[in-house]
């Protein structure tokens, strides 16, 4: 299916390690990117492709891909990584498409 | 600097019309391909529409389709979206956004965002 899933609500302490699942079919093809929103803002995006981190991105941020999950950990989470977090992606017929979002706390 | 700007939001009625401008600066806009996504007060991000770098090639989400369009003007370095018989749910933040030039398809550069509101 077309679809992108996510947990709606994740938390961590601070400084502890947090991953952040999106799971669909598609993601076995089509590598999965994520993006991080806070209240009132644009989205930005975090990671993209297998690995990759735009200019400016903390390396705290690492994505990864497994079958159908695509994943964003946070290695020493901060409290300025508190947010809503949307992995996208696309199918085979150039349709993109986010999973519902995921809200991190930063505890 | 790569800065995108919307432009065209509103309030408009349920079966009006609105047409959406997102101009922009900084980078070689013929050269990428440009996209709308909305976000729905609340709620989620959701791809609208798609166009390629040239024009030739152009997408709609099941829910846009038939009743947006999306347009571009490489000379204008701008991007728009034409919406026709407006619904309730098409009521969000509008966002355009640039596509990565190479590798996995993610936008890389957004712009703040122009606000629909279809209400009576």
């Known amino acids: 299916s077309s679809e992108l899933t996510q947990d709606p609500a994740v938390s961590v302490a601070l400084g502890q390690t947090v991953r952040i699942t999106c799971q669909g079919d598609?993601?076995?093809?089509?590598?999965g990117n994520w993006y991080q929103q806070k209240p009132g803002q644009a989205p930005v995006l975090v990671i993209h492709?297998?690995?990759n981190r735009p200019s400016g991105i903390s390396d705290r941020f690492s994505g990864s891909t497994s079958g159908n999950t695509s994943s964003l950990t946070i290695t020493g989470a901060q409290a300025e990584d508190e947010g809503d977090y949307y992995c996208?992606?696309?199918?085979?017929?150039?349709?993109?498409?986010f999973g519902g979002g995921t809200k991190l706390t930063v505890l | 600097e790569v800065q995108l700007v919307e432009s065209g939001g509103g309030l408009v009625k349920p079966g009006g019309s609105l047409r959406l401008s997102c101009a922009s600066s900084?980078?070689?806009?013929?050269?990428?391909?440009m996209h709308w996504v909305r976000q729905a007060p609340g709620k989620g991000l959701e791809w609208v529409s798609s166009?390629?770098?040239?024009?030739?090639?152009?997408y709609y989400a099941d829910s846009v389709k038939g009743r947006f369009t999306i347009s571009r003007d490489n000379a204008k370095t701008s991007v728009f979206l034409q919406m026709n018989s407006l619904r309730a749910e098409d009521t969000a933040v509008y966002f355009c956004?640039?596509?990565?030039?190479?590798?996995?398809?993610?936008?890389?550069?957004w712009g703040p965002g122009t606000l629909v509101t279809v209400s009576s």
């Open positions: 956004a640039r596509m990565i030039l190479v590798g996995a398809t993610a936008f890389d550069y």
């Open positions: 900084g980078f070689t806009f013929r050269s990428y391909s």
């Open positions: 166009i390629s770098s040239s024009g030739n090639y152009i």
């Open positions: 598609n993601l076995r093809t089509y590598y």
């Open positions: 492709g297998k690995n």
């Open positions: 996208g992606s696309r199918d085979s017929d150039d349709h993109l498409m």
